[in-house]
């Protein structure tokens, strides 16, 4: 009697293993917009993780980062095919650094811009009143001048400034777009401060810093980057990775000791052959959230339709099996529905076949 673990794999196999630290992910295509999925485990307890990277509108040229480090990475998937090549590496390249230095006082409506190209921010240096987005104020102290600057990149006070952020007076700065996603301003020395990445990276997008009056700014260009470790390249037209042909998500946690899954499952798993009637197993531990999924039949593998027995939320029944008297077909998938969990949880799910 043949038993088959779900298993979740990609359309193409990763070319590297994911080691450690963090990942970053970026496609050829601006308009590979959307969310990108990736499923490993976590550096930090071994338990299982996933990322879900949100892509702005246009933004799929523009490396994304986790915000924790993995010990491993099993799959990787865009939410719709994809118009360029997508590529995942591990962040452990080198950042990109520059500096800028203020030799005097700047005059107001001096400019300094910085960003990636198409994606910068202008900062306007004011010697009266703080009143729009981007304004710094130019202090006669040279050194706070340039913690004003640093301040408005990081959205925070970063050195000494000339005071606290604000509007319609004498502020240091004035920022309603946040911090500046792709740099990182470091603490000024003098009046100089340095500029860095704030991924280990080779950006696909090349670096802007302009200024409007080079008298009193100059700039150290923004440079060095090197890609970290490429684990894998989904070419166009595919939308998934994952280690093997054969590995990616495993349900198959049978003591229910090793967590597996962690929120954004993909909707549905590989197709297992049942060849006649069948029966499906499901154990985990409590997912803390709602957890609906169907069981899907089919002839060929192509073409799939819901059966009739029903599997409860796995948030108030985290022990069933399934045995209906529909559950006769060629081959068979779980569709998960909804997989709302955001903690580690252990999940196995079993195909059981009698020939």
Sequence with gaps: MPVTAVKFTGDTVFSNTHESGG?????????DDGFVVLHGRKTSDSNADHAYLAINSNEGK???????????????????????????????????????????????????????????????F??????ANGDVYSDADLNKTAANLASAINDSSTGVPTTGEGQGGTYGWWNTDGANPYLT????????FTVQDKINCKRQLGWVTTIYNGSSISLCPISGGIDGTKIVDIPA???????????????????????????????????????????????????????????????????????????????????????????????????????????????????????
Aim: with cysteine; proline share 2%.
């Design 237 to 355: 037209g595919s939308k998934s990775a994952s280690i093997s042909t054969a590995s990616g998500i495993n349900l198959d946690s049978e003591d229910l000791s090793t967590t597996n899954v962690r929120g954004y499952l993909p909707l549905t798993s590989d197709s297992v052959a049942t060849r006649g009637r069948f029966a499906v197993d499901i154990k985990c531990t409590d997912p803390a959230a709602a957890s609906n999924i169907k069981i899907q039949l089919s002839n060929d593998s192509i073409n799939w339709k819901d059966a009739t027995s029903t599997i409860t939320d796995l948030d108030s029944d985290q022990d069933q099996r399934i045995t209906g008297d529909d559950l006769f077909s060629e081959y068979t998938r779980i569709y998960f529905t909804s997989y709302s969990s955001t903690i580690s949880t252990a999940l196995n799910i079993k195909i059981i076949t009698q020939g």
């Design 62 to 124: 523009i490396e994304q980062l986790t915000s924790t480090n993995w010990s491993d990475l099993y799959l990787a998937r865009y939410d719709a095919n994809l118009n360029g090549t997508g590529s995942v590496f591990s962040n452990n390249g080198t950042k990109a650094t520059g500096s800028i230095h203020i030799h005097s006082r700047p005059s107001d409506g001096d400019t300094v811009i910085i960003g990636l190209t198409g994606f910068t921010k202008t900062f306007t």
């Design 185 to 192: 301003a470091n603490a000024p020395s003098g009046n100089t």
């Design 23 to 31: 990942l970053y992910t970026r496609s050829t295509s601006a308009s």
């Design 126 to 131: 004011r010697t009266g009143t703080i009143s």
